[in-house]
């Protein structure tokens, strides 16, 4: 059994309302009152008071650390990791910047707990993506409260996520529950162009620090409000693997008046026409089945056909109906995709060479290496390469079956609001998989109610969050901390 946040609550509340009424001198339907023999003088605060207390500082912080310019280029993420450690140290909870080059800040801080059970990382990023201020109904680092929202880059990518963080460590240190893990806090640099001055860096050097942890919890995924459907609690536990690769034909060059059969131009498209009409194998693995498993209670017309995936999808006209869709599609297949292409600069001339760039990205449990031998094989042209591109490295996943997965499903279970979990692989990457690289499990999971009008404006105009919605998530995720780590008793 955990000793949990909403246990302690439910217990102390009862007091509570005997108290007020006491002090008020009101009476609850129903119930005699009858004064207390005796009354506290100073009660010891309610969790949900220290909490809730706690939680109504989100929108005035979120603000603030908008108004930190921290767009990425160049990041200047110090400033944002500063920020967070004043709010921290205020609290008593030490903070360390680590800064392997100038301006480029990452934060770690612990909470200490009895070290019974393995410590759990909280990870977010301090820098966020470029604007263009004009497409913006309120300014962009302004961090304005409108309509009952934070507005601004880095509302919900990722500032409001710190932020939340922060102040769930700091309303556990208030409560005093003696923890059986250690929270770490971890902002880093970098994320919004790949990580390698945050937290690649953070794990490539300090690794020592963060050695012991069990669990990463990290950006990804958010709770999604949509009409007439329960709340669903997106939970990240994979990310495809981006394989980007070029494909580089070459030819005699020459005037476009008199062309050879075969150029660099007309041998590259001929490769990416291949590489469109091939049919790569449907891989249903376990986090996509059990997303679809968990979404077939939502959707009860293809229930039948999401409860066992893999075997639906043999099916020709199932197949070609999820297939039509390119999220379905992508959670199923690896993707190619060509993105830049490059030949001549005149329409007279051809050229030498001609490149097309192409962004890929694998199912878990593919490895890039061997994919782009298959790639050779099927364009199987001697006067066309495929070459390695920069960003290239293994997908991820982490298992849907331990006491992190276990507490966000209790937090939804017992949510006010009916809730539904699916677990989720994402096709885009964030820094996770930094982490299960080192073998510790990682889930995109930031526990905030969004519209899906608020989710796509994460890297587009108006970026923004509800006040409510981010003190309720400040209060969920001191309970998932409390459910994945309270004292056993
Ligand atoms: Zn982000």
């Known amino acids: 059994m955990h000793r949990t946040y909403s246990s302690l609550f439910l217990k102390r509340a009862a007091t509570i309302v005997v108290i007020l009424c006491f002090a008020l001198g009101c009476e609850p339907a129903g119930v005699e009152a009858e004064a207390p023999a005796v009354v506290p003088v100073a009660a010891e605060p309610a969790p949900l008071d220290v909490v809730g207390a706690v939680a109504d500082r989100a929108p005035e912080l979120l603000s603030a650390y908008i108004r930190i310019d921290t767009v990425n280029p160049p990041g200047n993420e110090i400033e944002g990791a500063r920020f967070l450690q004043r709010l921290l140290e205020a609290d008593g909870i030490d903070a360390q910047i680590f800064e392997p080059q100038p301006g480029r800040g990452s934060l770690y801080a612990r909470l200490r707990g009895n070290g019974s059970k393995r410590p759990i990382i909280l990870l977010s990023h301090i820098d966020v993506v470029p604007v263009e201020p004009d497409a913006w109904s309120q300014p962009p680092f302004e961090g304005l409260i409108v309509d009952g929202a934070v507005h601004g880059r880095g509302a919900l990518d990722a500032k409001g996520v710190g932020i939340i963080q922060a102040l769930a460590v700091i309303a556990l ?28 860096w953070f794990v490539e050097n300090q690794f020592s620090l963060i050695a012991d942890a069990e669990f990463v919890l990290n950006e990804g995924g958010f709770i999604r409000r949509s009409e007439g459907r329960p709340l669903i609690y997106n939970l990240n536990a994979g990310e495809k693997g981006p394989c980007w690769f070029d494909v580089v034909a070459t030819g005699d060059p020459g005037h ?4 050879a059969a075969d150029t660099a131009v007309t041998r590259l498209v001929e490769a990416l026409g291949k590489l469109s009409a091939w049919q790569r194998p449907i891989d249903v693995g376990p986090v996509v089945a059990g997303y679809y498993a968990a979404y077939a209670t939502l ?29 379905a599609a ?22 030498g060479e001609a490149r097309a760039k192409v962004d890929c990205r694998l199912l878990p449990g593919h490895d890039c290496g061997d994919f782009l031998d298959d790639v050779r094989a099927l364009i199987g042209n001697e006067h066309v390469r495929v070459e390695r591109g920069a960003v290239a490295f293994g997908s991820s996943q982490s298992p849907l079956d331990n006491a992190l997965t276990e507490a966000v499903e209790t937090v939804a279970a017992n949510d006010a609001a009916a809730a539904v979990v699916l677990p989720g692989l994402q096709t885009g990457f964030t820094d996770s998989h930094y982490f299960r690289e080192k073998g510790i499990a990682a889930y995109g ?24 919605d981010l003190r309720a998530g400040v209060v969920r995720l001191v309970e998932i901390l409390t459910e994945v780590g309270a004292r056993t008793q």
Do not use: C, Y
């Not at 476009?256 to 062309?259: D, F, K």
């Not at 297949?333 to 005149?346: E, R, Y």
């Open 256 to 259: 476009g008046s008199r062309p």
């Open 299 to 327: 959707d009860e017309e293809h229930a039948r056909q999401f409860r066992q995936l893999a075997r639906s999808l043999e099916d020709p006209l199932f197949r070609d109906w999820f297939m039509s869709d390119p999220v």
């Open 445 to 468: 999971f930031v526990p905030i109610v969004v519209s899906n009008e608020e989710r796509v404006a994460t890297h587009g105009p108006n970026e923004r969050v509800q006040v409510e």
């Open 330 to 351: 992508a959670l199923v297949q690896n993707t190619i995709a060509p993105t830049v292409l490059q030949g001549s600069s005149k329409t007279n001339i051809i050229p």
């Open 173 to 200: 240190r208030r409560l005093g529950v003696e923890m059986d893990r250690d929270i770490i806090l971890l902002a880093t640099a970098d994320e919004e162009t790949g990580g390698r001055m945050g937290a690649g």
